[in-house]
């Protein structure tokens, strides 16, 4: 029995191990495919679907399936579905691996209703469970989704009674209709997709949408079908009804959804009233009931027609839903990319040129420069504090100009207004160095010759001359600078008058930066930061006297918006146009740096592959970075280099909403142009989490009188800090899985990507000058192009910089106290910085600076190395320290043994310090003889030898007496030595006795 047992079990063995070596062998040859064609037998270039936000289960059309053409082994069965996103809320379950059969589920712990994002696009693949796992080609996947009733609006009411459906009934579910339809794309955007033959109806699998009266009647509970632009249907949709249900008592359905395009008769079929277009709509949900004869209404049926654009030369697979968080690394919209054609006659284009732009009407929109924050922007790039303001916010000359909607700070001049500048804001003459700068959106030019005044100085009485002006004259800008009579040496002189810039910038009517800088004769004008060619074409310069003075005229006026007439006392020459931020600054110029910094913008282009230009292609790109432009005869070619751009935004912390990127083509096919319409790719900006900026440091300082009146660092060990929590949120990370190294290496990111612009140090009372400065390190705050302003309660730094650099300057500012006494009262320094002009506020950190009590800095004194030559006032402050502590412990517990112990202790340390002391006299003294072989050959003469003693030496013994590190054996040594002074030296030479060290 036992033998046959042992057999059974060897052939047991046997056959597991064959069959382990067979599965292991097995081929995989084949990957899998997915099985992508509709109801109609018609292949579609991807799933499409759409989901519930209170639902689980995908509604995907064709359904999930795949097979592989394997015949033996795992590899004949689908394994699962990789979604080559992990960011997408969904996964794939498999319920049949033979067939393939998956469905779409939304992940484990997550709520689409506390999503954003309303529509998902990904890639997905089938693998096998062969050996080794093969995946199969990739394929799109599109799911919408549609936020459900139970998500912000109230349970919806049971059935009505009598037909119609009542007002509250219709307007819930209109709300709830038109929450879905607000879901979708700000952008009303041209998608070209392939076209549609003919409307196609796609069932699905049932999905327990929530009731909103009655009895479910429809077969299905919801549909998804696909239209054809700029066409009218007979029919889209044919309703039926569910297994067991009939018609007959159905008098008639109806489209609860308000506004569609779209009817339904009493027989059930749906048909678009009007033809669609995908430049209004892309998609459509309707929600239809069926009206029972008795008065009773259905459950709806839901309904999402999608617009399929008609066949359009273009740019295919261009993304409409593309997100971009600051801050992280550049998206890719043209990725997927490709350039179809309608033309069966175009076989091969032959020129193309693409250009891709950031949609832009200057920096006041996309670079989030807005009027309002000009201010900002101006102290953020370190522009002169001199700079005088000529359209504040809020003052007399202000007031009554109407603000541009949406920029508080920027103006209309409607061409009739005109506003005085008092005198007394600023001095409007103008010297051999100074700079003009505005914000200037001007309309397209007018025929009539008109002088339009943006800012002009003229005789305020007496006569109408111009001084000097910034005006537009037939699309030209133009700038007038006369020299007046004290300024020239001979009145019969010519000087350069005026300069006149023929630039397209000026009637586009788009905002533009100009900013005018002059150190006579030069004149340079910055138009968006860049500056303006000088040759001949671009600028001409007209000569002129200079201005002879005149007794009729007591005062001149600035004006902006127009040019004010002194004889007649009345306003001319207005500006008809915007602008913000006019400035002058008159002294020096502003620094190139910081103009072009005022305009610089966050959102770039980038394009880091010019390996892979080729013969006969090429790209240019603007200035700024927000354009470029790609040239080829081949399309494959500009296909490759165009999927190579990306889209950025440096600025850590822009307005969040949707930015443009539009991308223009110019292609010719047979020797004609192939038209070719412009194309819009919407990007969201992402809203970041705000910074948090922590000061830290140590907040008490103690001092003797002498430091005080040295200088006291009270910021040495100041640090500022980013938060760097709220950046690792955002990167979707999280805190517990980075070591210190990394999150050390994150905030030191965060500190290069923010700036501070201002750091406040107050003082709890005012300094009395006589005696108190703070003392400030100027070379640091010029080799920062930081700024300051001292007073008596404190100061500030000014100027957008890096964390480090802010650290710097106040780890080397010092607190000098020249009569810091026994009527010294503490200061408390606090400190506080800010970011972005004051968005972003630090902490208040305070330091406390203190004198120290008279027993503490006698022992400073005496264990300061710059002391230790003063060995009498050492011992005088050890004899009253025991003394005071004697007499301490006298009059404390009455202790005899604890007395006995502290005067034992303190002879002690007295008797250290003689013996250190005698022993580095003894060692100074020794050090000062010479020793010399004996012989009458040779002697030294010893008067005038000088032997330096190593300072190291004595350092090191000094700092023995000074921590108490003496040895028993000390005295040992110190007779020992007396010995050691006897020897001879060997070979005649000078030898220093070392055995004491």
Same mark, same amino acid.
């Given at each position: 029995?036992?033998?046959?047992?042992?057999?059974?079990?060897?052939?047991?063995?046997?056959?597991?191990?064959?069959?382990?070596?067979?599965?292991?062998?097995?081929?995989?040859?084949?990957?899998?495919?997915?099985?992508?064609?509709?109801?109609?037998?018609?292949?579609?270039?991807?799933?499409?679907?759409?989901?519930?936000?209170?639902?689980?289960?995908?509604?995907?059309?064709?359904?999930?399936?795949?097979?592989?053409?394997?015949?033996?082994?795992?590899?004949?069965?689908?394994?699962?579905?990789?979604?080559?996103?992990?960011?997408?809320?969904?996964?794939?379950?498999?319920?049949?691996?033979?067939?393939?059969?998956?469905?779409?589920?939304?992940?484990?712990?997550?709520?689409?209703?506390?999503?954003?994002?309303?529509?998902?696009?990904?890639?997905?693949?089938?693998?096998?469970?062969?050996?080794?796992?093969?995946?199969?080609?990739?394929?799109?996947?599109?799911?919408?989704?549609?936020?459900?009733?139970?998500?912000?609006?109230?349970?919806?009411? *049971?059935?009505?009674?009598?037909?119609?459906?009542?007002?509250?009934?219709?307007?819930?579910?209109?709300?709830?209709?038109?929450?879905?339809?607000?879901?979708?794309?700000?952008?009303?955007?041209?998608?070209?997709?392939?076209?549609?033959?003919?409307?196609?109806?796609?069932?699905?699998?049932?999905?327990?949408?929530?009731?909103?009266?009655?009895?479910?009647?429809?077969?299905?509970?919801?549909?998804?079908?696909?239209?054809?632009?700029?066409?009218?249907?007979?029919?889209?949709?044919?309703?039926?009804?569910?297994?067991?249900?009939?018609?007959?008592?159905?008098?008639?359905?109806? $489209?609860?959804?308000?506004?569609?395009?779209?009817?339904?008769?009493?027989?059930?079929?749906?048909?678009?009233?009007?033809?669609?277009?995908?430049?209004?709509?892309?998609?459509?949900?309707?929600?239809?009931?069926?009206?029972?004869?008795?008065?009773?209404?259905?459950?709806?049926? %839901?309904?999402?027609?999608?617009?399929?654009?008609?066949?359009?030369?273009?740019?295919?697979?261009?993304?409409?839903?593309?997100?971009?968080?600051?801050?992280?690394?550049? $998206?890719?919209?043209?990725?997927?990319?490709?350039?179809?054609?309608?033309?069966?006659?175009?076989?091969?284009?032959?020129?193309?040129?693409?250009?891709?732009?950031?949609?832009?009407?200057?920096?006041?929109?996309?670079?989030?420069?807005?009027?309002?924050?000009?201010?900002?922007?101006?102290?953020?790039?370190?522009?002169?504090?001199?700079?005088?303001?000529?359209?504040?916010?809020?003052?007399?000359?202000?007031?009554?100009?109407?603000?541009?909607?949406?920029?508080?700070?920027?103006?209309?001049?409607?061409?009739?207004?005109?506003?005085?500048?008092?005198?007394?804001?600023?001095?409007?003459?103008?010297?051999?160095?100074?700079?003009?700068?505005?914000?200037?959106?001007?309309?397209?030019?007018?025929?009539?010759?008109?002088?339009?005044?943006?800012?002009?100085?003229?005789?305020?009485?007496? %006569?109408?001359?111009?001084?000097?002006?910034?005006?537009?004259?037939?699309?030209?800008?133009?700038?007038?600078?006369?020299?007046?009579?004290?300024?020239?040496?001979?009145?019969?002189?010519?000087?350069?008058?005026?300069?006149?810039?023929?630039?397209?910038?000026?009637?586009?009517?788009?905002?533009?930066?100009?900013? $005018?800088?002059?150190?006579?004769?030069?004149?340079?004008?910055?138009?968006?930061?860049?500056?303006?060619?000088?040759?001949?074409?671009?600028?001409?310069?007209?000569?002129?006297?200079?201005?002879?003075?005149?007794?009729?005229?007591?005062?001149?006026?600035?004006?902006?918006?127009?040019?004010?007439?002194?004889?007649?006392?009345?306003?001319?020459?207005?500006?008809?146009?915007?602008?913000?931020?006019?400035?002058?600054?008159?002294?020096?110029?502003?620094? #190139?740096?910081?103009?072009?910094?005022?305009?610089?913008?966050?959102?770039?282009?980038?394009?880091?592959?010019?390996?892979?230009?080729?013969?006969?292609?090429?790209?240019?790109?603007?200035?700024?970075? *927000?354009?470029?432009?790609?040239?080829?005869?081949?399309?494959?070619?500009?296909?490759?280099?165009?999927?190579?751009?990306?889209?950025?935004?440096?600025?850590?912390?822009?307005?969040?909403?949707?930015?443009?990127?539009?991308?223009?083509?110019?292609?010719?096919?047979?020797?004609?142009?192939?038209?070719?319409?412009?194309?819009?790719?919407?990007?969201?900006?992402?809203?970041?989490?705000?910074?948090?900026?922590?000061?830290?440091?140590?907040?008490? &300082?103690?001092?003797?009188?002498?430091?005080?009146?040295?200088?006291?660092?009270?910021?040495?060990?100041?640090?500022?800090?980013?938060?760097?929590?709220?950046?690792?949120?955002?990167?979707?990370?999280?805190?517990?899985?980075?070591?210190?190294?990394?999150?050390?290496?994150?905030?030191?990111?965060?500190?290069?990507?923010?700036?501070?612009?201002?750091?406040?140090?107050?003082?709890?009372?005012?300094?009395?000058?006589?005696? #108190?400065?703070?003392?400030?390190?100027?070379?640091?705050?010029?080799?920062?192009?930081?700024?300051? &302003?001292?007073?008596?309660?404190?100061?500030?730094?000014?100027?957008?910089?890096?964390?480090?650099?802010?650290?710097?300057?106040?780890?080397?500012?010092?607190? $000098?106290?020249?009569?810091?006494?026994?009527?010294?009262?503490?200061?408390?320094?606090?400190?506080?910085?800010?970011?972005?002009?004051?968005?972003?506020?630090?902490?208040?950190?305070?330091?406390?600076?203190?004198?120290?009590?008279?027993?503490?800095?006698?022992?400073?004194?005496?264990?300061?190395?710059?002391?230790?030559?003063?060995? #009498?006032?050492?011992?005088?402050?050890?004899?009253?320290?025991?003394?005071?502590?004697?007499?301490?412990?006298?009059?404390?517990?009455?202790?005899?043994?604890?007395?006995?112990?502290?005067?034992?202790?303190?002879?002690?340390?007295?008797?250290?310090?003689?013996?250190?002391?005698?022993?580095?006299?003894?060692?100074?003294?020794?050090?000062?003889?010479?020793?010399?072989?004996?012989?009458?050959?040779?002697?030294?003469?010893?008067?005038?030898?000088?032997?330096?003693?190593?300072?190291?030496?004595?350092?090191?013994?000094?700092?023995?007496?000074?921590?108490?590190?003496?040895?028993?054996?000390?005295?040992?040594?110190?007779?020992?030595?007396?010995?050691?002074?006897?020897?001879?030296?060997?070979?005649?030479?000078?030898?220093?006795?070392?055995?004491?060290?």
């Amino acid at each position: 029995m036992d033998r046959v047992k042992s057999l059974l079990w060897i052939v047991v063995a046997l056959v597991s191990t064959l069959n382990f070596v067979l599965s292991e062998s097995e081929p995989n040859r084949y990957a899998p495919e997915l099985d992508m064609k509709d109801t109609d037998g018609n292949t579609v270039d991807a799933y499409r679907g759409f989901i519930l936000t209170n639902e689980k289960t995908v509604s995907l059309v064709p359904a999930l399936a795949a097979h592989d053409n394997d015949s033996i082994g795992g590899a004949r069965f689908i394994c699962g579905y990789k979604i080559y996103d992990d960011t997408v809320p969904f996964e794939a379950v498999v319920s049949n691996h033979d067939g393939g059969v998956a469905t779409l589920q939304v992940k484990a712990n997550v709520d689409l209703s506390k999503l954003l994002r309303k529509k998902y696009k990904f890639e997905i693949a089938a693998y096998d469970c062969g050996a080794p796992t093969l995946h199969g080609p990739r394929a799109n996947v599109v799911v919408q989704v549609i936020r459900s009733p139970s998500h912000g609006t109230p349970p919806l009411p *049971t059935a009505a009674v009598t037909p119609p459906l009542p007002k509250d009934v219709r307007a819930l579910v209109d709300k709830q209709i038109q929450l879905s339809q607000n879901s979708k794309t700000l952008k009303k955007l041209v998608k070209q997709t392939p076209p549609v033959p003919e409307s196609s109806t796609t069932l699905y699998p049932k999905l327990p949408l929530p009731d909103v009266g009655g009895e479910q009647f429809f077969e299905r509970l919801s549909y998804i079908v696909m239209m054809k632009e700029g066409t009218l249907y007979d029919s889209v949709l044919k309703l039926k009804p569910a297994v067991g249900k009939s018609t007959k008592n159905i008098c008639a359905y109806e $489209i609860v959804t308000p506004g569609v395009p779209f009817s339904v008769n009493d027989l059930g079929t749906l048909r678009n009233t009007k033809a669609l277009s995908v430049s209004v709509q892309k998609s459509y949900i309707l929600s239809i009931v069926a009206k029972h004869c008795d008065g009773l209404v259905s459950k709806p049926v %839901m309904v999402n027609v999608q617009v399929n654009a008609m066949c359009a030369n273009g740019w295919k697979e261009l993304p409409t839903d593309q997100e971009y968080t600051p801050g992280n690394k550049p $998206i890719f919209p043209f990725a997927d990319t490709w350039f179809d054609t309608c033309s069966a006659s175009c076989e091969k284009e032959e020129t193309m040129a693409v250009t891709v732009s950031v949609e832009s009407d200057g920096a006041m929109n996309t670079c989030d420069h807005d009027a309002s924050s000009i201010q900002s922007q101006r102290d953020m790039c370190g522009a002169s504090p001199s700079t005088v303001d000529l359209l504040p916010m809020g003052k007399s000359w202000t007031k009554d100009l109407k603000p541009v909607k949406g920029h508080e700070a920027a103006y209309n001049f409607d061409g009739k207004t005109a506003v005085k500048v008092p005198s007394e804001n600023s001095n409007h003459t103008l010297g051999k160095f100074f700079t003009i700068a505005t914000w200037m959106q001007h309309g397209l030019e007018k025929k009539d010759g008109h002088k339009e005044h943006i800012l002009c100085n003229s005789d305020g009485n007496g %006569m109408n001359r111009h001084h000097y002006a910034l005006f537009v004259h037939n699309c030209r800008l133009v700038f007038l600078l006369r020299k007046e009579a004290n300024q020239v040496k001979s009145l019969e002189s010519f000087q350069p008058a005026e300069w006149r810039w023929s630039i397209p910038h000026v009637c586009d009517a788009k905002w533009h930066h100009y900013a $005018i800088s002059v150190s006579y004769p030069q004149v340079t004008l910055y138009v968006d930061g860049q500056a303006i060619q000088t040759d001949k074409e671009v600028v001409s310069v007209v000569d002129d006297w200079a201005m002879h003075s005149s007794s009729k005229v007591t005062f001149e006026q600035l004006t902006v918006g127009g040019c004010w007439k002194g004889e007649s006392k009345s306003f001319g020459y207005f500006f008809d146009g915007q602008l913000a931020g006019l400035t002058l600054l008159t002294g020096t110029t502003e620094t #190139e740096r910081t103009i072009k910094c005022m305009n610089s913008c966050g959102e770039k282009l980038q394009f880091n592959a010019m390996h892979k230009l080729t013969v006969g292609m090429s790209i240019s790109f603007n200035t700024g970075l *927000t354009e470029l432009t790609i040239r080829g005869n081949d399309v494959d070619d500009v296909k490759m280099l165009l999927r190579e751009v990306g889209y950025a935004n440096t600025n850590g912390h822009p307005k969040p909403g949707y930015r443009t990127v539009r991308v223009k083509t110019n292609a010719t096919c047979d020797g004609k142009p192939l038209p070719v319409q412009e194309q819009k790719i919407p990007i969201l900006a992402n809203a970041v989490v705000d910074p948090k900026i922590t000061i830290s440091g140590v907040g008490l &300082k103690q001092r003797t009188v002498a430091e005080f009146a040295l200088g006291v660092d009270v910021f040495t060990e100041v640090m500022i800090l980013s938060d760097p929590g709220k950046e690792l949120d955002n990167q979707e990370n999280r805190i517990n899985k980075l070591d210190i190294e990394d999150v050390s290496t994150l905030q030191a990111d965060l500190k290069k990507k923010l700036t501070l612009d201002k750091c406040e140090v107050r003082i709890s009372e005012k300094m009395d000058p006589g005696h #108190e400065i703070l003392r400030l390190p100027t070379f640091l705050l010029v080799k920062y192009l930081l700024d300051s &302003k001292e007073f008596d309660g404190g100061f500030d730094i000014l100027g957008a910089d890096s964390f480090a650099n802010y650290e710097a300057v106040l780890r080397e500012t010092y607190y $000098i106290n020249t009569k810091a006494g026994s009527n010294f009262t503490s200061r408390t320094f606090s400190v506080k910085c800010t970011s972005m002009n004051g968005k972003f506020v630090s902490n208040t950190f305070d330091i406390k600076v203190d004198l120290m009590n008279s027993q503490a800095q006698s022992a400073v004194l005496y264990a300061d190395p710059q002391y230790a030559h003063i060995q #009498e006032q050492g011992l005088l402050v050890a004899g009253n320290a025991a003394a005071g502590v004697q007499s301490a412990v006298g009059t404390g517990t009455g202790s005899g043994t604890v007395a006995a112990v502290v005067v034992v202790c303190l002879l002690a340390v007295l008797v250290v310090i003689v013996v250190a002391v005698v022993r580095i006299r003894k060692v100074q003294r020794r050090t000062k003889h010479t020793l010399v072989e004996e012989g009458e050959e040779m002697e030294w003469d010893n008067s005038t030898l000088n032997i330096t003693v190593n300072p190291l030496e004595n350092a090191t013994l000094v700092k023995e007496v000074k921590d108490g590190e003496m040895c028993e054996d000390s005295e040992d040594e110190l007779m020992t030595s007396d010995d050691e002074d006897d020897e001879t030296p060997r070979d005649g030479g000078l030898e220093w006795d070392n055995s004491s060290y």
